[in-house]
Nanobody, 124 residues
């Protein structure tokens, strides 16, 4: 499966952005999908994830209550709605697909396929 992330851009603090991860491949609906981000000078960190059927979602504490992950397997997409953005949300956001177990769903090495990343810049 190949992934392409889009939707990033420049937004003011308090604003919203919706990221999309579009996948190619007929088996996408069997994959769990995660969103990760990497800010300048920092390590890549987990943001959110969703199970193959959308039945379970996971969030980092820093984004819980502000971000919403969803998927549409008929369209091979996973979206990340980002609300009430803060300057510290500035990062390159990556989507990834894989078969992580619950204990590893927040770990980047549990995902085997990665998109190219999309930059989100939040100005104060």
């Amino acid at each position: 499966v190949q992934l392409q992330a889009s939707g990033g851009g420049l937004v003011q603090a308090g604003g919203s952005v919706r990221l999309s991860c579009v996948a190619s491949g007929r088996t996408f609906s069997s994959y769990s999908v995660g969103w990760f981000r990497q800010a300048p000078g920092k390590e890549r960190e987990f943001v959110s994830a969703i199970r193959y059927n959308g039945g379970s979602t996971y969030y980092a504490e820093s984004v819980k209550g502000r971000f919403i992950i969803s998927r549409d397997n008929a369209k091979n997409t996973v979206d990340l709605q980002m609300n009430t953005l803060k300057p510290e949300d500035t990062a390159i956001y990556y989507c990834a697909a894989g078969f992580p177990i619950t204990s590893t769903i927040r770990q980047s090495n549990a995902y085997t396929h990665w998109g190219q990343g999309t930059l989100v810049t939040v100005s104060s």
